[in-house]
Structures are given as C-alpha cells and as structure tokens.
C-alpha cells in the first residue's frame, strides 16, 4: 500500500498496483469503474485534468486483505468539472478510500469523496473573487 500510495502522490505508475479486475466505487453515487486502465484514467482525469491535485496521505490502517486512507484532496480546479468551467479555485477536502487487497493487488478501492464539497468550495471562492 505505502508504494501504491507513493506512485499516486508522484503520478507515477500507481496503477501498476491494481488487480487487472479492480473495481473503483464512487461510494457518493455508487458508479463502479471496472478494469486496471478505466481506473487509472478515472484517477489520473481526477487529479491531473478537472484538477491539477496532489493527495496528501494523513493516516493509512492496513489489515488482513483491507487497507483503509484517510487524505486531503488538494488542487486547483483546472478544468470543467461537476458542470462548472474551469476557476482556477484552490480546494481542499478531506475524502477516504477502502482497498480490498489480495495477491493480484488491489482488486477493490472504494471512493468516499463528496463532490457536492468540492462544488461548494469551488462556488464559495467564486462569490468571494466576485465579491471583492
């Protein structure tokens, strides 16, 4: 888990770490993205397209079969996202994701990341700029 989770805060080859059958979950809307390249493309359109972010690692719990982070999601709103054109709003937002981890890699990640809070940091920032 800790090379997977350098590989994502370098934007290196993280997916590399994923079973060729994973499944990433967006737990807010429970959209499944089957497949190492569909989860990598989600990852990397998340963090380096609709946003130019870096995942800060705050805690990381690993078990038996399960590894469980918690980070802050940080970046600047780059591109539209959620209907919004891009701002060039910094965010910043605390999100957690579960893996299920076997022999092949990782097999599952589930995604607890609210994008309403992104939308509401992004549009709070612009009331703001506006504002002033």
Not at 24 to 37: P, S
Not at 86 to 94: F, I, K, M, S, Y
Not at 109 to 130: E, H, K, N, P
Request: proline content about 3%.
């Amino acid at each position: 888990m800790s090379a997977f989770l350098e590989a994502l805060q370098s934007r290196g080859e993280f997916a590399r770490h994923f079973a060729p059958d994973i499944v990433l979950t967006t737990m807010e809307d429970g959209a499944a993205i089957t497949g190492r390249e569909a989860a990598r493309d989600f990852i990397v359109a998340f963090h380096t397209r609709m946003f130019d972010a870096h995942p800060e690692l705050v805690n990381l719990a690993v078990g038996d079969g399960v590894a469980a982070a918690e980070l802050v999601f940080a970046g600047t709103h780059t591109q539209e996202f959620a209907g919004l054109q891009p701002t060039g709003v910094a965010v910043r937002l605390p999100y957690t994701v579960f893996y299920d981890v076997t022999d092949d890699g990782i097999t599952g990640l589930r995604l607890y990341l609210s994008v309403r809070g992104l939308v509401d940091q992004i549009q709070a920032q612009q009331t703001v700029s506006a504002a002033s």
